[in-house]
């Protein structure tokens, strides 16, 4: 059973299904982070241009998808998303060393010169079962499952 099926059996978190405009069944939630389906103009011509990028968590702490990415596992993208949105939301600095292989992984990205935002991301990515995260350390590990248990707990 994975992260998705483990969590969507706990009532509490089991978001009510709603659709994207292409009739996609997404969740209306994630840990309690509400999915936006309406983008904003701005949102939608990044995604336009990012097509990569398959969702964000937003500034109004809310979880959007790409329409434009194909073969989107929505319910990764959510849990990442809403681990993301936790972690900036209780200003948590991770403290725990990336690996040369993630450091590598994410050399001309965003997350190169941003080693707080690349933690929060690879926890995020270990939470939704993102194979980037790469190989991850025993510390990672003890930081991912504190993480869940508070998305749990929210």
């Known amino acids: ?16 299904d ?13 840990f309690g982070y509400k999915v936006r389906n309406q983008l904003y ?20 702490g809310q ?7 194909e073969g989107v596992n929505y319910d990764a993208v959510g849990y990442n998303e809403a681990a ?3 972690l900036k939301e209780n200003n948590v600095v ?3 060393n990336l690996t040369p292989e993630q450091k590598a992984t994410f050399r001309g ?7 707080i935002a690349l933690k929060q991301s690879i926890l ?12 991850i350390t025993p510390m990672q590990k003890q930081w991912s499952d504190w993480l869940l248990y508070n998305l749990i707990k929210r």
């Open 1 to 16: 059973m994975g992260l998705s099926e483990i969590i969507s059996s706990i009532p509490a978190f089991a978001g009510e």
């Open 109 to 115: 990205t965003e997350y190169e010169n941003d080693e």
């Open 63 to 69: 979880i959007i998808f790409n329409p434009y990415s």
């Open 124 to 135: 995020s990515r270990i939470i939704s079962g993102d194979p980037s995260a790469g190989n």
């Open 18 to 30: 709603m659709k994207l405009d292409d009739g996609e069944d997404i969740m209306d939630n994630y």
């Open 84 to 86: 993301r949105l936790w």
């Open 41 to 60: 103009d701005s949102e939608d011509q990044y995604f336009k241009k990012n097509k990569h990028v398959s969702g964000m968590a937003t500034e109004d």
């Open 94 to 96: 991770p403290k725990f």
